[in-house]
């Protein structure tokens, strides 16, 4: 009974449907292929279009595209818990909360290409520390990362950080020449989403913990850290525009990461475990070893995050 209603939902929402085994399929409004290729099993609470590779589940698609009422008749049916307070005023509020202005930062003077003519030591031991960590040239233009061969930040790679309208909002310098001191950034706020400007909205997310894996990543955001503030800019915006989000933290940031999954899975945030092990970091890995797992990464229920909870307190 119930899987009759769901899909009297989401015949309302995508139309007429076709059955082949336990799939159910829809045209995909996504693509709008003239075919029924979106596949829908309920089973699972999975989505998958064979044409424009969209994938998710079923809750975000109904989320998305449903009316109120379909998405109140969807939480009945599949006991997802109600909409907090937060993620309303988050989402329906008419005039956005003041907020201080973000402050912008400036590179350092000595700021240099790596992608000029200029085949000097310096820049071959800088490109090589960039090629061990598996980032090529294409990684380079499209972060604009550059290096200083003087002055306060001599012998460290920079990866700037741009905000919406282009500014530069902070900067990650990481020492390439065996500098005692790893990273020397800048003394501002760390509350920023790490190069917005790139960030497709419309796209699943991963969330790593620094910038050298975000790079090798698509459509990643470094949280420069291992924790995530529900007051933060970031755990805002993934609110506001509800994406899916890929966690894909360290393996030693385990229980700080389950306490991040706990606070999306609040506000209805479709989440999936990428795993780590036996790599340090996502960025240990190669380019295609992380799109492998990513695409076989695992669903988060409330009662997955319930079941570790309780793991986790032992």
């Not at 009422?69 to 937060?86: D, M, P, S």
């Not at 329906?92 to 000595?110: N, R």
């Not at 741009?162 to 003394?187: E, H, L």
């Amino acid at each position: 009974m119930s899987e009759t209603k769901k899909l009297d939902i989401l015949r309302d929402i995508l139309g007429a449907y076709s059955r082949s085994g336990n799939e159910y399929l829809f045209k995909c409004p996504f693509c709008n292929h003239h075919k029924k290729k979106l596949s829908i099993n309920l089973l699972k609470n999975k989505i998958k279009c064979w044409i424009c590779d969209r994938a998710g589940s079923t809750h975000r698609l109904v989320k998305r595209l449903g009316s109120f009422i379909q998405q109140q008749k969807w939480k009945e049916l599949t006991g997802i818990v109600e909409v907090t307070e937060f993620e309303k005023i988050i989402l329906e509020q008419a005039t956005p909360v003041e907020q201080e202005p973000e402050v912008l930062v400036e590179l350092p003077d000595e700021f240099e290409s790596l992608c000029n003519n200029n085949f000097s030591l310096v820049n071959s031991q800088a490109i090589g520390y960039l090629s061990k960590r598996g980032i090529d040239k294409g990684d380079i233009l499209r972060w604009k990362i550059r290096h200083c061969t003087s002055g306060k930040y001599e012998g460290r790679i920079i990866v700037p950080s741009f905000n919406m309208d282009g500014n530069v909002n902070y900067f990650i310098a990481r020492s390439y020449d065996k500098n005692w001191m790893k990273y020397k950034n800048p003394q501002e706020s760390k509350d920023i989403i790490f190069n917005e400007l790139m960030v497709d909205w419309d796209s699943d997310i991963v969330l790593t913990e620094g910038v050298f894996d975000a790079i090798k990543i698509e459509n990643s955001i470094p949280i420069l850290g291992s924790t995530l503030r529900e007051d933060s800019k970031l755990f805002q915006q993934i609110i506001k525009h509800d994406p899916a989000v890929y966690m894909a933290l360290d393996p030693d940031a385990e229980t700080k990461e389950y306490y991040m999954i706990e606070s999306l899975l609040k506000y209805g945030v479709e989440v999936y475990k990428i795993p780590i092990k036996p790599y340090k970091d996502a960025g240990e890995m190669s380019k295609e070893e992380f799109s492998n797992r990513k695409k076989n990464a695992s669903l988060i229920k409330n009662t997955d995050y319930l079941l570790m909870d309780k793991i986790l307190s032992i």
